[in-house]
């Protein structure tokens, strides 16, 4: 007669779960980041005149972009 422990499996199963979470949540950050980044390089490429036009002056750039994120 053998006797199996299968107690650590669910265990197993939740650390992966949340290891491969993590990745995903790490990832998804790094992909904002770039995307923010390539937008503020674009509108810091933009003459004053094209930003004047949007609304936007040069050293409100990133605040622009940050929007959503930051309360001002």
Known sequence: ?????????PSLRNW?????ARIGRVLNAYMTAQSRHQQVA???AKSDEELARMG???????????????AF
Do not use: E, K
């Open 1 to 9: 007669m053998t006797i199996q422990n299968t107690a650590i499996l």
């Open 16 to 20: 992966s779960g949340a290891f491969f």
């Open 42 to 44: 674009a509108l810091d």
């Open 56 to 70: 936007i002056t040069r050293d409100r750039i990133v605040h622009y972009v940050f929007r959503d994120r930051l």
